[in-house]
């Protein structure tokens, strides 16, 4: 059904002018959630890694902790295999340490299971004001039977994501 052309422009109108204002308001403080601690997410693929300059320069700019989180997935019929949690420990411990050097304050956050689930876990428990973390590019058939980590994490995660585009997989 459409709309005669003065009740559509009178919409639009109602619109333009609700968005207008909210243009115009001044930034209300109580209403802006400070950025404290961010949290950024990797798997140490390269696409993961296109997120980290992002956030590294996001905490710079708001003075904020960095959360560098990797995720080991753990299907419950396996148990972990002790080499592969050390070396991934020791990646991230070393990937918040090289921040460090470089003037960020940052810290190595490790967990074992689902990537998505884990990632909005640890954003709220860690009290993350943003998560920054890059999506893998995946399209047709792949995403249908793999899904969006990123996808899920922006529908249940608490505070805000930054989604970086990532290097598409060939």
Not at 23 to 40: C, F, G, K, S, W
Not at 133 to 146: E, I, K, P, V
């Amino acid at each position: 059904m459409t709309r005669p052309e003065g009740e559509r422009i009178a919409l639009e109108e109602i619109l333009i002018a609700a968005f207008t204002a909210e243009v115009d308001r001044a930034p209300d403080p109580a209403r802006m959630q400070a950025i404290r601690r961010i949290l950024v997410a990797t798997d140490f693929s390269p696409s993961s890694l296109r997120a980290l300059p992002y956030a590294e320069e996001m905490a710079r700019r708001f003075d904020a902790d960095l959360l560098v989180l990797y995720v080991d997935f753990a299907p419950s019929i396996y148990d972990p295999v002790p080499g592969d949690v050390v070396a991934s420990k020791t990646a991230i411990e070393r990937a918040a340490a090289a921040l460090r050097g470089r003037g960020v304050r940052a810290s190595a956050v490790y967990r074992r299971g689902a990537a998505a689930e884990e990632i909005v876990r640890a954003a709220a428990e860690e009290r993350a004001d943003l998560i920054v973390m890059a999506t893998h590019g995946r399209t047709g058939l792949t995403h249908a039977l793999m899904g969006s980590v990123a996808e899920r994490v922006v529908r249940h995660a608490q505070c805000p994501v930054l989604s970086v585009r990532g290097v598409a997989p060939k």
